[in-house]
């Protein structure tokens, strides 16, 4: 059993989530890490979990006209956007998936405002046949961060949940399986 993080990332905020995310899975399964950019189009066959998260924009998943105005906040804060190019809207749209778990995380400012990226990921996943497991959104200060180290401490402990869940769920899968072919 294996893990894949994908994360969009603008500021760094999504991108540091990901990276407590895939080491909180690690410590119960091997865990790759990628840029949305990177991800591949097919996940590999032995993939059982996969966790993507991305900044919430404009009440959702980033587009490229959501995507243009965070590179100009960029500029004037002096920094530059981590995911340019394809964002996970668009990652999403065309993976080929299997039968795999999934759970979705996004970033978002700390206004209490409708709608998260991590819900539109979870439509989109079940839409493509996967099991959605979780979604969990995590708050940064102001509109580019940073995130807190408690979001983090939360963030980590959500991802060694996870893991444990698909690690039972597998188990759970793999005993069902067995048993039908007794039964034969």
């Known amino acids: 059993m294996r893990a894949l993080v994908v994360y969009e990332s603008m500021f760094g905020n999504t991108e540091k989530l990901a990276e407590v995310i895939a080491q909180g899975i690690g410590t119960v ?14 996940l590999a066959a032995d993939i059982d979990l996969l966790v993507v998260g991305a900044p ?13 105005e965070a590179e ?7 920094t530059h956007v981590r995911s340019e190019g394809i964002g996970v809207r668009e990652w999403l749209a065309g993976l080929e998936s299997g ?20 819900r539109s990921i979870e439509r989109r996943f079940q839409r493509l046949g996967l099991r959605v497991l979780d979604s969990r959104s995590f708050p940064v200060k102001g509109k580019i961060g940073p995130i807190t180290d408690a979001e983090l401490v939360k963030a980590r402990r959500w991802a060694e949940s996870l893991a444990s869940t698909a690690l039972a769920f597998d188990s759970t ?3 069902s ?3 039908g072919r007794t039964a034969d």
Not at 56 to 68: F, K, Y
């Open 29 to 42: 399964m091997p865990t790759e890490i990628c840029e949305v950019g990177e991800a591949p189009q097919t």
């Open 56 to 68: 919430t924009h404009a009440h959702g998943l980033s587009r490229p006209s959501t995507r243009g």
């Open 99 to 118: 039968r795999t778990l999934s759970a979705a995380f996004d970033t978002h400012v700390s206004l209490s405002l409708p709608g998260r990226a991590a």
């Open 177 to 179: 399986t067995e048993a």
């Open 173 to 175: 899968e793999a005993d």
């Open 72 to 78: 100009m906040m960029a500029a004037a804060a002096e």
